[in-house]
C-alpha cells in the first residue's frame, strides 16, 4: 500500500518480539533521495514556505494507522509524513540507526534497550506514544464474575506476557498469585511454565492455564472459555466486541511497555521530530485512538 501525506508546509516495540524476514512498503511515491545518517529528512521551498518530510518505519496496524490520521493533523505544522510500512522488528531499528529513517514507531522501550544492547546501535525514545494492553476476550464464557468450574484460559506462553496475564486475572478476581509475584518477577524471569506454574496462591474456580504462542490465542479463543491476548493480535482479529477487561492504562504495564517514537540520539531535539510527538500525544489523536480501537489500544500521557 502506497500512501505519501504531503501536507502544506513549515516546520520516538510491543509484545513478545522476534524477527523473521523483512518487507517494507514506502508511503512515497518518488524514489528516495540519498541522505547521510544524521538526517534522512528532506526539504523543499514551496510558495508557502519550506516543506519538511519526515520518513517514519511503523508496523502496519496500529502504528502506521495512528501516523496516518495524525499526518492531517500535521498539515498545518508544514510537514509531510512519509510512512514506511515493515512487517518485522529488526529492519525499522537497522534503517533508523543507519539514516534512511527519520523515525520509527512500532516498539516499547524494553525492546528499544535491548535492542541497542545487542546491537550497539544508540536510538532513544523521543515520546511514549500508547500502549497495546492485554485484554480478557470471552470464548465460550462471557462473564468474569461468574467463571465456570475448570475454566480453560489462555495466556500467552512467554515469561514477560504470560505474566502480565495472570496479573491481569488477579484484578479480576479470578485468581491470586503468591504473595511477593510482581511485573518485574515475570520480566526477570528467563523461563517460566505456565502449565506446570506452582505461583498461584488460590484458585477458587478451578481454572485451567492454557499457555501458547500469542499470535494463535485469538484463532483458539472459540475453543477457550476466555483468553487473554495481545493488542496488537487482538487488533487483526476483529474481535474488540469480546474484550471484557484490561489492563489499567495508568498501571505499571502501561508505564514500562508503551509504544514509542524511536529517534537517533540526539534527533530527539529535532523541531519537527516534538512536532511529531506532540500531535500524536494531543488531545485531539488521544480521542481518536481511543474512539477506534475500543480498548485494544490506549494513548498514554
Given at each position: 500500500m502506497k500512501k505519501l501525506f504531503a501536507i502544506a508546509l513549515s516546520a520516538a516495540v510491543a509484545l513478545s518480539l522476534a524477527a523473521c524476514g523483512s518487507g517494507a512498503s514506502s508511503a512515497s511515491s518518488a524514489p528516495a533521495a540519498s541522505t547521510p545518517a544524521a538526517s534522512s529528512a528532506a526539504?523543499?521551498?514551496?510558495?508557502?514556505?519550506?516543506?519538511?518530510?519526515?520518513?517514519?518505519?511503523?508496523?502496519?496496524?496500529?502504528?502506521?494507522?495512528?501516523?496516518?490520521?495524525?499526518?492531517?493533523?500535521?498539515?498545518?505544522?508544514?510537514?509531510?509524513?512519509?510512512?514506511?510500512?515493515?512487517?518485522?522488528?529488526?529492519?525499522?531499528?537497522?534503517?533508523?540507526?543507519?539514516?534512511?529513517?527519520d523515525a520509527n514507531y512500532f516498539q516499547h522501550q524494553p525492546y528499544l534497550t535491548n535492542f541497542n544492547a545487542e546491537q550497539g546501535t544508540d536510538l532513544v525514545s523521543a515520546g511514549a506514544i500508547h500502549y497495546e494492553p492485554l485484554g480478557v476476550y470471552a470464548g465460550k464464557s462471557s462473564d468474569l464474575s461468574n467463571v465456570p468450574d475448570g475454566a480453560q484460559i489462555g495466556i500467552p506462553a512467554d515469561a514477560t506476557n504470560g505474566g502480565r496475564a495472570l496479573l491481569l486475572l488477579q484484578d479480576q478476581g479470578v485468581l491470586t498469585l503468591e504473595e511477593g509475584i510482581d511485573l518485574d518477577y515475570f520480566r526477570n524471569a528467563e523461563d517460566i511454565s505456565f502449565s506446570e506454574y506452582d505461583g498461584i496462591a488460590e484458585n477458587p474456580h478451578n481454572v485451567e492455564i492454557v499457555a501458547m504462542e500469542a499470535a494463535n490465542l485469538p484463532a483458539s479463543l472459540p475453543d477457550l472459555d476466555f483468553a487473554v491476548i495481545n493488542g496488537n493480535y487482538a487488533i487483526p482479529a476483529g474481535i474488540a466486541d469480546q474484550l471484557l477487561a484490561s489492563e489499567d492504562?495508568?498501571?505499571?504495564?502501561?508505564?514500562?511497555?508503551?509504544?514509542?517514537?524511536?529517534?537517533?540520539?540526539?534527533?530527539?531535539?529535532?523541531?519537527?521530530?516534538?512536532?511529531?510527538?506532540?500531535?500524536?500525544?494531543?488531545?485531539?489523536?488521544?480521542?481518536?485512538?481511543?474512539?477506534?480501537?475500543?480498548?485494544?489500544?490506549?494513548?498514554?500521557?
Open positions: 526539504s523543499t521551498s514551496t510558495a508557502g514556505g519550506e516543506n519538511i518530510v519526515l520518513k517514519v518505519g511503523a508496523s502496519p496496524a496500529p502504528h502506521a494507522e495512528i501516523l496516518e490520521q495524525a499526518a492531517t493533523l500535521l498539515e498545518a505544522e508544514g510537514i509531510t509524513l512519509d510512512i514506511v510500512e515493515f512487517d518485522d522488528y529488526v529492519m525499522p531499528n537497522t534503517a533508523l540507526a543507519e539514516g534512511s529513517l492504562a495508568a498501571g505499571e504495564a502501561a508505564q514500562v511497555f508503551a509504544n514509542v517514537i524511536a529517534v537517533r540520539s540526539g534527533d530527539e531535539e529535532r523541531p519537527e521530530i516534538q512536532k511529531l510527538v506532540e500531535v500524536l500525544k494531543s488531545d485531539e489523536m488521544k480521542q481518536w485512538i481511543t474512539d477506534k480501537y475500543q480498548g485494544s489500544v490506549l494513548p498514554v500521557e
